[in-house]
Nanobody
Framework: EVQLVESGGGLVQAGGSLRLSCTTSGFTFDEYYIGWFRQAPGREREGVSCIRNSDHKTYYATSVKGRFTISSDNAKNTVYLEMNRLKPEDTAVYYC????????????????WGQGTQVIVSS
């Protein structure tokens, strides 16, 4: 059974930091991409960052590049998203997703999805 579980969300003041975790099981972690996505009320889900677990190649949305860092620990089957200098517009539910074939840059990314973790950034 494939599972992805996000954790680490919460309430933080603008300018602060959070580290999200995506703990996975039920698939061959090293063969997949893991992406972070977010969705705010009234907005479409958007890609935030992605990592190719085979070689740790990373991708970032323009809106978060330079502030967020994605990393993976293959031994723990876990992907992290370090979020720094958070802004109110970063407020959203953050999801992680696993994808075997589709590159991180494509909208069709995501074979499996987690339940999400809420991030609220206060101004």
């Amino acid at each position: 059974e494939v599972q992805l579980v996000e954790s680490g969300g919460g309430l933080v003041q603008a300018g602060g930091s959070l580290r999200l975790s995506c703990t996975t099981s039920g698939f061959t972690f090293d063969e997949y991409y893991i992406g972070w996505f977010r969705q705010a009320p009234g907005r479409e889900r958007e890609g935030v960052s992605c990592i190719r677990n085979s070689d740790h190649k990373t991708y970032y949305a323009t809106s978060v590049k330079g502030r967020f860092t994605i990393s993976s620990d293959n031994a723990k089957n876990t992907v992290y998203l370090e979020m720094n200098r958070l802004k109110p517009e970063d407020t959203a539910v953050y999801y992680c997703a696993a994808e075997e074939d589709v590159p991180c840059s494509l909208r069709s990314f995501g074979d499996y999805w987690g339940q999400g973790t809420q991030v609220i950034v206060s101004s």
